[in-house]
T-cell receptor, first 115, second 114 residues
Framework: DVKVTQSSRYLVKRTGEKVFLECVQD?????MFWYRQDPGLGLRLIYF???????EKGDIPEGYSVSREKKERFSLILESASTNQTSMYLC??????????????FGPGTRLTVT | GNSVTQMEGPVTLSEEAFLTINCTYT??????LFWYVQYPGEGLQLLLK?????DKGSNKGFEATYRKETTSFHLEKGSVQVSDSAVYFC?????????????FGTGTKLQVIP
């Protein structure tokens, strides 16, 4: 059974703290994604990675960075957390192969609250 | 790049009503098309997909037909249940190989009342 796991389901951090969100997939997928989901705004892409040490900005990269040192792990970093980064964060992975295999597999999400 | 336009919600239906959620796309080449569903408190999961023109994807009573002539992939279900209450996302078409920025948008929230 394919699986994408995220390090925490719920997280509470203080303004200014450095925050790490970890995502691990066990499907040997090349592509990995970080999204945030907010009421009324839907799912917005923050960053994605198509290979180890490779990254591309999504639609809302400001205030975030990412790290992909190993193929199975994709980390999202909030260098200095702010209250407007309170959100649900979703990680996903997909293969880069044939289009009919290009399903995205999502983790359960991390609900981050910054106080 | 590839993109979709999805019907906005929320949609409220009575149990056993017929459901249609419209989705139209723009794309190059011969992409695959996907619908995802997000149940409360969970991440997204694939609901169904279609990989070529005129294909019909189906799962859990939901269906969607890949219509190249109208560039549409509308989601339908003949008789919805309370357990179908969720947010439905039409994903941008995906081409083979490499990588694509995938933006899901707001989705369509469905609420089914008994």
């Amino acid at each position: 059974d394919v699986k994408v796991t995220q390090s925490s389901r719920y997280l509470v951090k203080r303004t200014g703290e450095k925050v790490f969100l970890e995502c691990v997939q066990d499907m040997d997928h090349e592509n990995m994604f970080w999204y945030r989901q907010d009421p009324g705004l839907g799912l917005r892409l923050i960053y994605f990675s198509y290979d180890v040490k490779m990254k591309e900005k999504g639609d809302i990269p400001e205030g975030y960075s990412v790290s992909r040192e190993k193929k199975e792990r994709f980390s999202l970093i909030l260098e200095s957390a702010s209250t407007n980064q309170t959100s649900m964060y979703l990680c996903a992975s997909e293969t880069s192969g044939l289009s009919n295999d290009r399903e995205q597999y999502f983790g359960p999400g991390t609900r981050l609250t910054v106080t | 790049g590839n993109s979709v336009t999805q019907m906005e919600g929320p949609v409220t239906l009575s149990e056993e009503a017929f459901l249609t959620i419209n989705c139209t796309y723009t794309a190059t080449g011969y992409p695959s098309l996907f619908w995802y569903v997000q149940y409360p408190g969970e991440g997204l999961q694939l609901l169904l997909k279609a990989t070529k023109a005129d294909d019909k994807g189906s799962n859990k009573g939901f269906e969607a037909t890949y219509r190249k002539e109208t560039t549409s992939f509308h989601l339908e279900k003949g008789s919805v249940q309370v357990s179908d209450s969720a947010v439905y996302f039409c994903a941008p078409p995906i081409n083979s190989g490499g990588y694509q920025k995938v933006t899901f948008g707001t989705g369509t929230k469905l609420q089914v009342i008994p």
